[in-house]
């Protein structure tokens, strides 16, 4: 993915799903990691555009990244399968089914947790954490 696709990922789920949320956009902390074409000056660039303020994010911060932890709960509910999948399209079945079977309490879980991840990547420097 470039930079031109993912403002286009931005302008066709991000806006709608603010609109729907009925959040004004000039309101909205948007969170996403430093990869480049996140940073990149095209992506300011409209979220400037947008009115939608990015949070300050250090690099390299799995440990902050609440949907880093939701794959790590997928990847638990897959290894509890009896049998292998045959293929990438198995996998794949297996992998959205799953994701449509996490619980509510499972992401409040993450969330809550978010103070406390944040306090052992400060006390670390920004080093690894148990997490």
Avoid at 10 to 31: C, K, M, R, V, Y
Avoid at 112 to 131: F, H
Wanted: glycine content about 6%; hydrophobic content about 35%.
């Amino acid at each position: 993915m470039n930079a031109e696709q993912y403002v286009d990922i931005l302008t066709d789920g991000l806006l709608p799903s603010i609109e729907e949320s009925g959040i004004p956009a000039g309101d909205s902390i948007f969170q996403q990691d430093n990869d480049p074409k996140h940073t990149s000056k095209l992506a300011q660039k409209w979220f400037e555009n947008q009115g939608i303020t990015v949070m300050d994010w250090p690099a390299q911060s799995p440990d902050l990244n609440p949907i880093e932890h939701l794959w790590e709960h997928i990847k638990r509910q897959l290894n509890t399968w009896d049998t292998q999948q045959k293929g990438v399209h198995e996998l794949w079945d297996r992998v959205a089914g799953e994701w449509n079977e996490i619980e509510a309490e499972v992401c409040q879980n993450l969330i809550s947790s978010l103070p406390r991840r944040t306090e052992a990547v400060i006390k670390a420097k920004g080093g690894n954490t148990k997490y």
